[in-house]
C-alpha cells in the first residue's frame, strides 16, 4: 500500500471547555478528493487547520508525506510550503496584485527568481482563468475572482495536497459556480483535495469520499453514492435530508 | 513700513534660530518615538508575554504621565546629586545622567511620542493581523516573514492618518523645552517679548508660524497618503451613511 499524502490519527483539540475534536483518525491517499461535511461548529474547520498546524491539537498525530507535522522541533514552514490552503473569506493579501499574491510563496518562501516566479504566476492565473485580472487589486476582484486568485496562490506552491475550508459559503450564489468550476478541473488533473464544503453537487460529482462528521468526531465516512442514497446513520440522514431543503437538491448542484 | 522692516530685522535673526531648533527638535522627536513605537507595537501583538509586559509599562508610563513631568525628570530628576554620586561609585561617569538641554528635550519628546507611535502602530497592526497572517504563514513564511511583507506594508499605510495627527501635535508640543532654556522658536518669541513687551504682536506670530507648520505636515502627509493608497480600496471608504 502506498503511503498517505495525509494522514490523522486520534487528533483532540479543545478550546477551553469545548472539545472541538474528539478523537479523529483519517487518512487521504494521493489523487483523493474527500469531502468533510456537517453542520457547523463540529470541528471541520479546525481539523482542516490542524493539518499545516495553523491550528495545534492538544493530542494526536499529524503526518504529511509521511513526515509528522506534530512532531516536537519540526521545521513547520517547510510543510506548510508543500499544503496548499483556501479559506472561506479569501484572505488575499490587499496591498499587492493579484499577481504579486500568487507570486508571493514562490519568491518569499521558495525564494525563487522574480522572472520566473512571474512566468510561473501568470502560468497559474491562466489555469483559474484571470490572467487579465493579474495586475488587479484584490478590492478590484468580485468575490469569485478573489477566491479564484487564492486557489492561484496556493497552487504556485506546487502542493502535494490541498485544504479547502468552506471555499464558496461567503460568495454570492451566482459566483460559486466558476469557483467550484476550478476546484473540478483541479480534481480532474487528480490533485489531492480535503474539501469542508456544503456544496453537495459537487461532492457527489467530485469527491473519492464523503467524511460526516458530527460534534467532533466522524460519524460515517463512504464514497458519494453511500452517503447520498444509503446512509447508515440517522444524523446523517437528518443531515442530508435538511441540507438539500437549504441548498438544493444535490443533482441540480 | 520701515518700522515693519525694523521691527522684522530685529525678531528674525532670533525667531529663524529658534525655528530651526524647533524643527530639529520635531524630527528628531519623530524619528526617535517611530524607531521606539514601532518595535514597541510589534512587541505588544506578537512578544512573549514578559515582552509584552515590559512594553506596556513603557506605553502606561509615557501616556499616563504630564510630559512637562518627565521633561524634568529627564533634565533635572537624573541629575540628582544622589544619582550621580552612585553612578560614580559603580565607574559609570556622572555626565552620563547630566543631559544638555537639548538632549534631555530630544530624549523626553522621542520617549513620550514613541508611546504614542506604539499605540497608533499597534491598532493598525491589529486591524491588518488575523486573516493575513493566517495566509501568510499558510504559505509557508515564518512569522517574521509575514510581519515584514503582509502585515506591517498595509498596517503603516492604515497608520498614516494617525501618524501625521501624531507630527501635528508634537510640533506645538515642543515648545514646552523653553522651560528647560531651549532656545527653541517659542523660547525666542519669549526671550524677545521680555525685552520688548510686544506679545500682542508676537504671540499672534509666534502662533501663525506653528499654524504653518502643521498645515504643511498635514499636507505632506495627505499626499504620501494618497501616493499610497491601495486601488480597490478608496471606493469603500468614500461611503456615505
Known sequence: MTQPIVRIEELHKRYGDNEVLKGVSLEVQKGEVVVIIGPSGTGKSTLLRCVNLLSRPDSGHVWVEGEEVTAPHVDINRIRAKVGMVFQDFNLFAHLTALKNVMAGPVWVKKMPKEEARELAMEELRRVGLADKADAYPGQL????????????????????MLFDEPTSALDPEL????????????REHMTMLVVTHEMGFAKEVSNRIIFMEKGVIVEEGPPEQLFYNPQHRRT?????????????AETG | MSWLIDFWHMIWPHLGRGLLVTLKLSGGALLIGFLLGLPTALIRVYGSPWAKRLATLYVDVFRGTP????????YYGL???????LAESIGLPPSLLVLPPMTAAYAALGLNSGAYQAEYFRGAIQAVSGGQMMAARALGMSRWQAIRHIVLPQALRIAIPPWSNEAAYLVKYTSVVYIIAVPDLFGEARRIM??????????PFVGFIYLLMVLFITWVMGKVEAALRIPGLEME???RF
Open chain 2, 79 to 85: 541629575a540628582d546629586p544622589h544619582l550621580t554620586t
Open chain 1, 176 to 187: 460559486i459556480g466558476e469557483v467550484l468550476a476550478v476546484m473540478k478541473d483541479l480534481a
Open chain 2, 194 to 203: 521680555s525685552v520688548h513687551y510686544n506679545q500682542m504682536i508676537m504671540l
Open chain 2, 237 to 239: 471608504e468614500q461611503e
Open chain 1, 142 to 161: 468580485s468575490g469569485g475572482q478573489k477566491q479564484r486568485v487564492a486557489i492561484a496562490r496556493a497552487l504556485a506552491m506546487n502542493p502535494k495536497v
Open chain 1, 237 to 249: 440522514r437528518q443531515f442530508l435530508g435538511k441540507i438539500t431543503e437549504l441548498y438544493g437538491n
Open chain 2, 67 to 74: 510630559l512637562l513631568v518627565q521633561l524634568f525628570f529627564i
